[in-house]
């Protein structure tokens, strides 16, 4: 019976992929609700999980990705994979009324350059503290810091060794989680509570999977708008990184 069980869920990876992470997620948001009365969005707590889980699976098989190396849980790698994660991006964006969007205007642009610059060079200041001083591992680094996304993509663009790249999309993953924690806390102060407030913030951190839920713990109506730019923010780092602020660092460095 055991082994029917078990046939049944590799050979159906992506169904069983959606049903462990739909538990991680259930026991993620039961614990953010019951130990930090939602102050610690359930998202971080399942990332942190989700790190977790591929630790263990990788030092288990030796593998390069993780609780996917597992068979039962291949399923795994495509679903977290870019397909779906850019799918549900741009689901989250279609969310967004447009004429709030037009509202947010020149601000919003100049958030978008703002907050690729302003983390660029703390993830540059970053890599100088810890001793790196190559242009190809600072800028890669510094990409980090925009997202984990636009770091391995830098990287891999501007010809990054692999642990360079691994230590990027680390970078870009405590930046995510930290914006998933602080932002419900500080959004008063911040008077983050309307549609253009979390757009000129989405477009600052940048960071779409903080953002979206940092904003989904403050008010989940604001996510559309801080998803959106927090998505162009992320193709805008795609683009000026590996090219633009590479050519600077390497001056400069």
Do not use: W
Not at 61 to 79: A, C, N, P, V, Y
Not at 167 to 180: N, Y
Not at 209 to 237: I, R, W
């Amino acid at each position: 019976m055991m082994n029917m069980i078990k046939e049944g869920l590799e050979n159906n990876g992506l169904i069983t992929a959606f049903a462990i992470i739909g538990s991680v997620m259930y026991i993620a948001y039961f614990l953010s609700d019951k130990l930090t009365k939602g102050r610690v969005h359930g998202s971080a707590i399942a990332i942190m999980f989700g790190l977790i889980l591929a630790y263990i699976g990788g030092v288990n098989t030796g593998g390069e990705k993780g609780i996917s190396d597992i068979q039962l849980f291949s399923g795994i790698g495509l679903m977290g994979g870019g397909m779906l994660r850019d799918f549900a991006i741009i689901a989250t964006a279609f969310g967004a009324n447009f004429s709030e969007v037009k509202k947010t205007g020149i601000s919003g642009i100049t958030a978008l350059f703002f907050g690729v610059f302003y983390s660029f060079v703390i993830g540059v200041i970053i890599a100088l503290c810890f001793g790196y001083r190559d242009p190809v591992a600072l800028t890669t680094i510094g990409g980090g810091a925009v997202t984990y996304i636009v770091g391995p993509v830098s990287g891999t663009a501007i010809g990054a060794s692999s642990d360079i790249i691994a230590l990027s999309i680390a970078v870009g993953l405590i930046k995510s989680i930290s914006v998933m924690i602080l932002t419900p806390i500080f959004a008063k102060k911040i008077k983050l509570n309307n549609p253009r407030t979390a757009m000129i913030y989405g477009g600052v951190m940048g960071t779409t999977s903080g953002v979206a839920a940092g904003l989904a713990a403050t008010d989940v109506k604001l996510v559309p708008y801080g998803a959106m730019t927090a998505t162009f923010y992320t193709g805008l780092g795609c683009l000026l990184v590996p090219s633009i602020l590479f050519l600077l660092t390497e001056i400069i460095f």
